[in-house]
Antibody
Framework: EVQLVESGGGLVQPGRSLRLSCAAS????????MHWVRQAPGKGLEWVSA????????GYADSVKGRFTISRDNAKNSLYLQMNSLRSEDTAFYYC????????????????WGQGTMVTVSS | QSVLTHPPSASGTPGQRVTISCSGS????????VNWYQQLPGTAPKLLIY???RRPSGVPDRFSGSKSGTSASLAISGLQSEDEADYYC???????????FGGGTKLTVL
């Protein structure tokens, strides 16, 4: 079964750091680009970051650039999001999603999504 | 404020055909393909349409997508109660160098 399982969310104070993980199974992980997408409570979807199949290229939304770092370990079939200098506006459900191709700029869409992990930034 | 614009809500009765629009600009929809996602209440999003009008395996042919200029549409025919969900369009934005989503349309089946 194709599956993505996120972990690492929780309650964190403003200015602190958190690292999210996403474990992939059921497909050849290193064939595909991967994304992080977030959704604030009661709000719409916001693309956060993406990484190509071989970590050669990475992209970030302006709202997180310089604070968040995406990475992957193909040997462990895992995707990560290191979140530093967290702000209250980063409070959201964070989903990892598989791209339909090896490039995160493709037209194939985000075809597999995890169930998400909640990050709450509050003092 | 989302880069792509949806109507916040739409509705229809069972069996009816409904369309959901998505408006963008030359930087996104005007020069790139559009994807659509369905998010049922309390669940993760699901890819519904990619490449403007292509359906992933398992998506019923009641769902169809189209694009014209800087706008796109999702059509749902033979509306069913289980189609009640939030629907989002998405496209690559050449100016922002990233993916952008619409704010979402909440579809209610009356």
């Amino acid at each position: 079964e194709v599956q993505l399982v996120e972990s690492g969310g929780g309650l964190v104070q403003p200015g602190r750091s958190l690292r999210l993980s996403c474990a992939a199974s059921g497909f050849t992980f290193d064939d595909y680009a991967m994304h992080w997408v977030r959704q604030a409570p009661g709000k719409g979807l916001e693309w956060v970051s993406a990484i190509s199949w071989n970590s050669g290229t990475r992209g970030y939304a302006d709202s997180v650039k310089g604070r968040f770092t995406i990475s992957r370990d193909n040997a462990k079939n895992s995707l990560y999001l290191q979140m530093n200098s967290l702000r209250s506006e980063d409070t959201a459900f964070y989903y990892c999603a598989k791209d339909g191709s090896s490039s995160w700029k493709s037209k194939n869409g985000f075809d597999i999504w995890g169930q998400g992990t909640m990050v709450t930034v509050s003092s | 404020q989302s880069v792509l614009t949806h109507p916040p809500s739409a509705s229809g009765t069972p069996g009816q055909r409904v369309t959901i629009s998505c408006s963008g600009s030359s930087a996104n929809i005007g020069s790139n393909t559009v994807n659509w996602y369905q998010q049922l209440p309390g669940t993760a999003p699901k890819l519904l349409i990619y490449g403007n009008n292509r359906r992933p395996s398992g998506v019923p042919d009641r769902f169809s997508g189209s694009k014209s200029g800087t706008s796109a549409s999702l059509a749902i025919s033979g509306l069913q109660s289980e189609d009640e969900a939030d629907y989002y369009c998405a496209a690559w934005d050449d100016s922002l160098n990233g993916w952008v989503f619409g704010g979402g349309t909440k579809l209610t089946v009356l």
